[in-house]
């Protein structure tokens, strides 16, 4: 039109910047201001409508101070702001919780001589509801009505979703039947919403009694009716009845979409279920739809934990050209699977395949690449990932460093440990305590106890978090150095912090008092009333992985002979073999130091009356 010389009317130029807000991209702004520029040296007048549609533009790319300066600059356009201009700010802030705001608007609002309409208390409700503050939503409501403007079904379903949300199920019941009351007939929404809420806190009955409500009142199960229901049913491990609720949904004419297929898969994987799993996938093809990628990287998951790599690398392979997005997780998941496996070549060629593939790795990747390296002794390697992916400015965290640490640990290199802790700490990232548990591992495990000791000190000297990890560590060292008061004296000093001790505390500590032949006390440590919960017995992952001494097939059958040998009364043998195990460094099950303290109180108390 410009190079025609023709001049646009401010219609032509509304619908212009209509579609860029509709349909946006990285530039969308940018034009409609350029647009917006251009219309004004044209000599267009813009009107309300049009300042309208560039706030919403704004509020959608989150700019409410960009919505805000055009929204007072609306006088010198010639425009006066409307409910909508106000209304589209107040939505996009009720959406983010940032209620201060709203409320400073709704004064300027007031200001300007605009009373709010039903959208403007519908917004407030919704926003208020969203952030919990129930008491604050049901005021607005009652405000509404005494300024002459009647809630609609769309208020109570809002006012109904906060309610459920909070689990107070009963009182979103009541508001569905005051509704009735106010000749509001509630729709599919609120069936769906209060259904939702008791399914979420257990009260499938009544949610199933509203269901039947439904269908006496004529009102429609819509997808998400049902998927809602499916979603119950996996919740409560019900997949015969959420496949049932699955066949009536395609009964009644509804296709069953990605959420339906995606609940299932997401259950069956959590129960193991991997033949129902790919039944289902084979069918999610067959339909045209495809898998969302937390399914996916569930069913990745699950294949690694069975070992089944060859499957989920296959299933990785072919997921791209079923239409599934791959990402880093995925690819995350099956590299720790070769790691775990031992397999380290085939860890870093699915590595050299994700980049050739240009899915960018995150900070998590390369913790896992890092790891994995470092756990199988190529330590340098890590190093090199480490640099690769400064380069690529990726920030490293704690996890890094703490892995690399591990690793020349790992390594016995205790020197290249802290120097690595010393960059750490250069880099402004804190020690925390998996720092230093893994150095006191570290350095316990070359004979350094002194260090060890001077290392611990001066953590607890600067007020740093430890945990039994860090106690368990030492008590280990100072107990195979034969320093059994001090390994007891840091077990008072847990009891003081209230650290409650746990099975490797018990191990070393037990041990140590039988090579003394202190029987009486190990036998009073071990039945002493402060034993562990198995809450605190049962240790994350990460943890697990820092412990001094790991039970393995090999602990189980040394505790095994142990056992034996005790029951036939053949304690010196027993003896013996605990000797060996305790001089490889293999820790034994709680259960045989039992068998074995109270065998040789046995065998002293034969001795002594013998004599």
């Not at 006066?80 to 705001?101: A, F, H, Q, W």
């Not at 100072?478 to 077990?491: E, I, M, P, S, Y």
Request: with cysteine.
């Amino acid at each position: 039109m410009k190079r025609l010389r023709l001049c646009p009317n401010i219609i032509t130029f509304n619908t212009l910047i209509t579609a860029l807000v509709k349909y946006p991209s990285t530039h969308s702004l940018f034009l409609c201001n350029e647009l917006f520029n251009d219309a004004l040296k044209l000599g267009l007048c813009p009107t309300t409508i049009t300042i309208n549609i560039l706030i919403k533009g704004y509020c959608l790319a989150y700019k409410y101070k960009d919505a805000n300066q055009l929204l007072d600059r609306m006088s010198e356009f010639g425009c006066v702001p409307d409910n909508v201009s106000y209304n589209t700010i107040l939505d996009g802030l009720c959406e983010k919780g940032r209620l201060n705001e709203v409320r400073d608007l709704l004064l300027d609002m007031k200001g300007k001589g605009l009373m709010p309409n039903r959208n403007t208390y519908n917004i407030l409700v919704h926003g208020y509801c969203k952030i919990g503050w129930l008491k604050d939503a049901a005021q607005i409501v009652e405000l509404m009505t005494q300024n002459n403007t009647l809630p609609d079904v769309w208020t109570y379903n809002m006012l109904i979703g906060g309610l459920c949300n909070e689990g107070r199920i009963d009182d979103a019941i009541r508001i569905r039947d005051e509704m009735v009351g106010l000749k509001l007939l509630p729709d599919v929404k609120t069936y769906n919403t209060l259904i939702n809420g008791c399914l979420d806190n257990k009260r499938s009955s009544e949610a199933f009694d509203l269901l039947e409500e439904m269908n006496q009142k004529g009102i429609k199960c819509n997808e998400i009716t049902y998927n809602t229901l499916i979603k119950g049913y996996c919740k409560e491990g019900k997949m015969d009845k959420a496949r049932e609720v699955l066949q009536k949904m395609e009964e009644s004419g509804l296709c069953p979409d990605c959420v339906s297929y995606n609940t299932l898969i997401s259950a069956y994987c959590k129960a193991g279920n991997l033949p129902e799993v790919l039944r289902i996938m084979k069918r999610i093809g067959e339909k045209g739809l495809k898998m969302d990628n937390f399914s996916l990287n569930t069913l990745l998951h699950i294949l690694c934990q069975e070992r089944k790599l060859d499957e989920a690398y296959e299933l990785l392979s072919v997921a791209p050209t079923r239409g599934y997005l791959v990402d880093a997780v995925s690819y995350g998941t099956l590299i720790t699977g070769y790691f775990r496996c031992a397999d380290t070549e085939k860890a870093l060629k699915l590595w050299d395949e994700m980049e050739e593939r240009e899915v960018i790795p995150t900070i998590v990747t390369y913790n896992i690449i890092i790891g994995g390296l470092c756990k199988s002794g190529k330590t340098q390697q890590a190093i090199a990932k480490l640099n690769e992916l400064l380069e690529k400015g990726i920030v490293p965290d704690e996890i890094t460093y703490n892995t690399i640490i591990h690793g020349y640990c790992w390594e016995g290199n205790i020197e290249k440990a802290f120097q690595f802790h010393n960059k750490m700490v250069e880099n402004s990232f804190k020690p925390d305590v998996y720092t230093c548990n893994i150095l006191l591992r570290g350095l316990s495990r070359e004979g350094m106890l002194e260090k060890a000791i001077k290392l611990f000190n001066t953590w607890i000297d600067k007020g740093k978090t430890t945990d039994v990890v860090t106690y368990n560590t030492l008590i280990t060292a100072l107990c195979k150095d034969q320093r059994l008061d001090d390994a007891l004296g840091l077990v008072a000093e847990m009891e003081e912090k209230n650290i409650q001790r746990d099975k490797y505390t018990h191990n070393a500590i037990v041990g140590a008092l039988t090579d003394a032949g202190r029987l009486k006390e190990a036998e009073e440590f071990m039945t002493d009333r402060e034993r562990p919960s198995e809450q605190r017995l049962q240790m994350d992952d990460r943890e697990h992985e820092l412990r001094v001494d790991e039970l393995d097939s090999s602990s189980i059958a040394y505790s095994q002979q142990i056992d034996e040998l005790c029951a036939e009364g053949r304690y010196k043998d027993a003896m013996l073999i605990y000797a060996q195990v305790t001089q490889r460094g293999i820790d034994l099950q709680k259960s045989t130091y039992f068998t074995l303290i109270k065998g040789l109180i046995k065998r002293r108390k034969s001795i002594s009356k013998t004599g």
